[in-house]
DNA sequence: TTCATAGTTCGCTTATAATCGAACTATGAA
DNA sequence: TTCATAGTTCGATTATAAGCGAACTATGAA
């Protein structure tokens, strides 16, 4: 057996398909906690855990705790370029996650990622507010206008929290199939926290969906519907 | 579950041990039958086979038939730098193929590497050719002096056909671990199988294990010693 | 204190895929 | 033709690891 490197660790490190998932979930950039990564590969926590210290063990990923929590992100710049690398032959090779399959309509329709608004729902939001300049689109960022700012302080959203974050505010979720961005950024989280705090919809457990109820539909469709 | 590249996919592929080692085999940039690949992962035949076709429908090598053979090679030099970028990650956080181990001191004093010889005796034959400035280390390639080209007819082996063939002449065998590279290219073919033309050395079946016999150890000696 | 949330560890079940023996096809050599 | 080599396909075995339930620790909130 030849000496070299064991390409093979961190082929099946990143080969198996809920750690791929968690995976592309970090390539956001975001530091996510292991209950946000189990939901991401639909695993349980405990499954979640194991996987977690897997690829920690092997260099992909790092951790930092705080408080109860433990946020995991993407160990380095290295992992992320080969990351990256890998996403660009995938996808040029014609190898897509097709489990989007429609088992479930309701998901197309509305459900989590991570913690901002994705689905038919999630596209709307951001293609809304884009149309009407309540954001700008940058080279790839967003870029929250005085007008768009108005929007959010009129929904009853506190900007004061958010503008201090270090958090982008907004940010397109860079859904690999590059048509299909929705909004995420800490007005992504604040605007689906403001949909479950005025009770127009729930998350239902166990699952990734995000159910309106017909009041929230309505708000909904008010405040995005062109 | 997000759309997006399936980078799981690449990754099991590249993922397993034997598809790895014959991955790494390849990436010297020469094709390689199926029998070898097998003998490069220490699998059977029918077993190389199957993760050969395997490979192939991944899109990672493709093959071109030549009579009752089939060459395996990269597919595309997208793979190359997906591989090249794996195997730098791997010796940065310290993932070294560990088989290596004294399993066999036979292995690491002599053994064949694809069609050239490698372990101790392959890296005294570069170093000693280097010594005499029968070869000149260029950038990532070797030359072979007109010194070099007089020791090499001297042995008895007709340089005619290497120089007309497309394959370079004279090559280091990128070792991963960058200090022990030996001869490979035609050259180191030629040397190969003269030693067992001369009846020096015969390869042991089933094994990559080159046994030199006395009279071999002899000549090889005062071929290359210094 | 008690309760709740976040996460780990242990042990078990299960599913997947790597492996190889055996039988097959295909190409070339004698 | 026959024989040998190269490779594939099929079927069965086996080993590994993913997954989860249950019980545990740890941090924070009330």
Redesign the interface.
């Given at each position: 057996?030849?000496?070299?490197?064991?390409?093979?660790?961190?082929?099946?490190?990143?080969?198996?398909?809920a750690?791929?998932?968690m995976?592309?979930?970090l390539m956001t950039g975001m530091a996510l906690t292991a209950s946000e990564l189990a939901a991401e590969a639909?695993i349980t926590l405990q499954t979640a855990s194991s996987h977690l210290s897997k690829l920690e063990a092997?260099?992909l990923i790092r951790q930092r705790k705080q408080g109860r929590h433990r946020y995991f992100s993407i160990a380095d710049d290295?992992?992320g370029?080969?990351?990256e690398?890998?996403?660009?032959?995938?996808?040029?090779?014609?190898?897509?996650?097709?489990?989007?399959g429609p088992k479930d309509p309701a998901l197309r329709k509305a459900r989590v990622?991570y913690n901002h608004l994705?689905g038919e729902y999630g596209v709307q939001m951001l293609d809304s507010m884009k149309a009407r300049n309540f954001v700008l689109e940058g080279k790839d960022e967003l870029e929250l206008t005085d007008a768009g700012r108005d929007f959010v302080t009129a929904m009853g959203i506190d900007m004061e929290p958010l503008s201090n974050s270090r958090r982008p505010l907004c940010k397109p979720c860079l859904?690999?199939?590059a048509r299909?961005s929705h909004l995420a950024g800490s007005i992504g989280t604040a605007f689906l926290e403001h949909f479950y705090h005025q009770g127009w919809a729930r998350r239902i457990s166990g699952s990734r969906v995000v159910d309106f109820n017909r009041k929230g539909e309505a708000e909904f469709k008010s405040l995005f519907n062109t």
């Open positions: 057996m030849k000496e070299g490197p064991d390409i093979a660790l961190l082929g099946s490190l990143i080969g198996d398909p750690r791929a998932n995976l592309t979930a639909s092997g260099g290295d992992v370029n080969l990351l690398t890998m996403m660009g032959l995938a996808q040029k090779k014609g190898h897509m996650r097709t489990r989007t990622c994705a859904d690999w199939s299909r």
